[in-house]
């Protein structure tokens, strides 16, 4: 179903968690800040592998903050 690969391939988060699973990997999603931005909220949410911040990211969602910064990490792992 063409839907469901579209929504596959955007769904960074879900990639990045079945990635460190087939590589051993411990990586946290962690809501580092939240903020007022106006009348809305700004999530900042990073991404850590033990104590190490691989990335963050931030949005007015939660779980578009998450979708960013595992965009970035996909993007970081991938280049090298």
Request: glycine share 4%.
């Amino acid at each position: 179903d063409l839907d469901k690969l579209a929504e596959t391939s955007k769904n960074y988060k879900s990639r990045l968690i079945e990635w460190g699973q087939r590589n051993n990997r411990d990586l946290q999603f962690e809501v580092v800040d939240t903020r007022m931005e106006g009348f809305s909220k700004v999530f900042t949410v990073a991404i850590r592998e033990d104590d190490q911040r691989l990335t963050q990211a931030e949005s007015f969602t939660k779980k578009q903050a998450e979708q960013l910064a595992a965009q970035q990490a996909l993007e970081m792992l991938e280049n090298g």
